[in-house]
């Protein structure tokens, strides 16, 4: 099944000349009929990064509104309804995990790493790591084997030394790290935005059925 070029940048939030830029470079697979670029609807499912990263101050105000909290008073009026917008088509995409994870990509520096799977429970104790996704209970999934949570630029030093944290390239912890303070537990959107990250097809479902709960 094919798509329009304004449907598919509706459902990937993102402006018609940015689709048509992709399917000029072959980032797109689409066909022309006439004068009209027709999209192979494929394209909607595939773990791309076809959508522009939001800015810093945007990503943050987005994980507000998805943790129902109020957005940040310096953002103008025109940003909130666009935000508001994006949520909408969030919860319309039938792969929003994948939109999440395009949108928030930038939203903090991640660290892989592996531990002793019997030390993996003292680490999601210590004060300066905050569970998140599959490791935060809101999720509704399990991972007895693996950790994700966030960690202070300030504090990650610290941490890696008391937990012994080694950097991996089949991690079964990962830490995100980010300047600021955040609350525990974590605001219900960086769970979300954090089970988008995983390719694993639970845990893409598990956004699309917590996303309808909002």
């Not at 999209?39 to 595939?46: G, H, Q, R, T, V």
């Not at 909290?69 to 919860?91: C, T």
């Not at 994700?148 to 950097?167: C, D, M, T």
């Amino acid at each position: 099944m094919d798509i329009e070029v304004k449907e598919f940048a509706q459902r990937r939030g993102i402006s018609e000349r940015r689709v048509l830029q992709l399917i000029e470079s072959g980032n797109l697979r689409a066909r022309k009929l006439s004068s009209q670029w027709l999209i192979d609807a494929a394209e909607l499912s595939k773990p791309s990064n076809i959508s522009r990263p939001m800015s810093s101050k945007m990503s943050k105000a987005f994980l507000d509104l998805l943790s129902n909290s109020e957005m940040p008073a310096n953002l103008d009026p025109a940003e909130k309804i666009r935000l508001r917008k994006r949520l909408k088509i969030l919860k319309e995409d039938p792969e929003p995990a994948l939109l999440l994870k395009s949108w928030l990509r930038k939203r903090a520096e991640v660290h892989s790493y592996s531990i002793n799977i019997a030390d993996l429970a003292r680490l999601g104790l210590d004060a300066g790591v905050i569970p998140s996704g599959v490791s935060d209970s809101r999720s509704g999934l399990t991972a007895n084997n693996f950790f994700e949570g966030y960690a202070r630029k300030r504090n990650i030093e610290s941490i890696e030394k008391r937990h012994l944290l080694v950097p991996s390239e089949k991690p079964n912890v990962i830490l995100r790290i980010v300047d600021e303070e955040l609350p525990r537990p974590i605001p219900y959107g960086y769970v979300l935005v954090d089970l988008a990250d995983h390719y694993e097809v639970r845990d893409r479902a598990q956004v699309l059925s917590l996303l309808q709960k909002l």
